[in-house]
């Protein structure tokens, strides 16, 4: 596994939120890339937390997706339509399988994956956290995005993938100890 391939994962990070980068290098180098036969692979556990201008933003690196599988992956007719239903932001509790569920759902994003000049993009998770709030009237805001690193893409591809980005954003709200999650941004097309 080359470095700089592992560098430009990180590198389309950066436009999001700074990573921690050795830890993010050693999680990708230890986790390895999928086989050309798998279409993402787990990472472990990492978190890393850095605070600026009054809030919190933890980011964590989930999974790394095999582009050249993208295409095989998206889901299409009566799956994709049962998936929307079983991964909505009602039932499920994982954001992260509201994220990747959107993510195979969403035609122009595995587009932009299956075209793009690297075999393997790194899918995240950003936590943002206002720190202003406190108690059970003013409570600490916090959403809740997906992070998604496709490095060789141009201006266009990079607006698509900000786009579902900021579509996919979820507030978690609920009172203390039962947490319900409410999506903020735009409607997902063919949802």
């Not at 799956?79 to 909505?88: N, Y």
């Not at 786009?163 to 999506?183: C, Q």
Request: charged share 20%; proline share 3%.
């Amino acid at each position: 596994m080359k470095s700089d391939f592992i560098d430009g994962l990180i590198h389309c990070v950066d436009r999001v939120v700074k990573p921690n980068t050795a830890l993010l290098k050693d999680i990708l180098v230890i986790g390895g890339m999928p086989a050309k036969t798998q279409n993402l692979q787990y990472l472990s556990y990492n978190r890393h937390t850095t605070i600026d201008n009054g809030y919190a933003f933890d980011f964590s690196a989930v999974a790394v997706i095999n582009n050249r599988r993208a295409i095989q992956w998206q889901l299409h007719g009566y799956s994709k339509k049962v998936s929307r239903w079983v991964f909505s932001t009602r039932w499920t509790r994982n954001p992260l399988d509201l994220f990747l569920n959107n993510l195979r759902c969403d035609r122009a994003v595995m587009e932009v994956l299956a075209g793009s000049g690297s075999q393997f993009s790194l899918i995240g998770i950003l936590t943002r956290t206002d720190l202003h709030g406190s108690g059970l009237i003013q409570r600490h805001a916090q959403y809740i995005s997906p992070v998604l690193a496709v490095p060789g893409i141009d201006g266009e591809d990079l607006k698509t993938i900000q786009a579902f980005e900021s579509t996919n954003r979820i507030k978690k709200a609920g009172l203390v100890g039962l947490h319900y999650y409410r999506k903020r941004g735009r409607q997902m097309v063919g949802a």
